[in-house]
């Protein structure tokens, strides 16, 4: 179901249709080419740049660097740059999701920051349904306050009574059941 997109940045060699424009000197041509290079290079950069980012926000964070400018709080480090907190723990949430191997710097590279975070909310998500108890809780009335009273105080001994007899001792439950008929 996954798909393998790979975001890569395409910029068109406008080769064909060039003689409609009207050039003003043979350098325009060589300066697009350029602005178009550089375009490519400042964009690798800057997703090289994140992760660097996020790799040293880690390392002062895990290592408590920040304690030799005076600082008490990592979140009082943070507010001496210009990078936002906020963005300052998304990007220690993707790291440390690359630490346990849940996602890699490629895969980073290639969707984005901002889908990763999502595809590690969406991890999350399944991991939390996975750990729900999917057995819905049993309600039942009891005739006799005193036993009601008793079961509630209980609960989980209760619990394990009744899993016991299922699973240890059928043979009783089948022969409470015939009374419970009769």
């Known amino acids: 179901m996954s798909k393998n997109n790979k975001k890569e940045m395409v910029l068109n060699d406008r080769m064909d249709g060039i003689d409609q424009f009207s050039l003003n000197n043979?350098?325009?041509?060589?300066?697009?080419?350029?602005?178009?290079?550089?375009?490519?290079?400042?964009?690798?950069?800057?997703?090289?740049?994140?992760?660097?980012?996020?790799?040293?926000?880690?390392?002062?964070?895990?290592?408590?660097?920040?304690?030799?400018?005076?600082?008490?709080r990592f979140v009082d480090f943070l507010e001496t740059f210009v990078i936002a907190r906020s963005q300052a723990f998304l990007y220690l949430r993707l790291y440390k999701r690359v630490l346990t191997g849940d996602l890699n710097i490629e895969e980073i590279k290639q969707i984005g920051f901002a889908a990763a975070y999502r595809k590690i909310r969406k991890i999350d998500v399944d991991k939390k349904r996975s750990k729900e108890n999917l057995i819905k809780p049993l309600r039942f009335q009891l005739k006799n306050q005193g036993s009601y009273d008793f079961y509630k105080k209980n609960a989980k001994f209760t619990s394990f009574v009744l899993d016991e007899l299922f699973i240890n001792r059928k043979d009783l439950l089948e022969e409470l059941l015939k009374q419970f008929k009769k």
Do not use: T
């Open 26 to 72: 043979d350098g325009d041509e060589s300066e697009y080419e350029s602005c178009k290079n550089r375009l490519r290079r400042i964009a690798v950069n800057e997703i090289s740049n994140k992760i660097e980012i996020m790799e040293i926000l880690y390392r002062i964070r895990s290592k408590k660097l920040y304690r030799f400018d005076g600082y008490k």
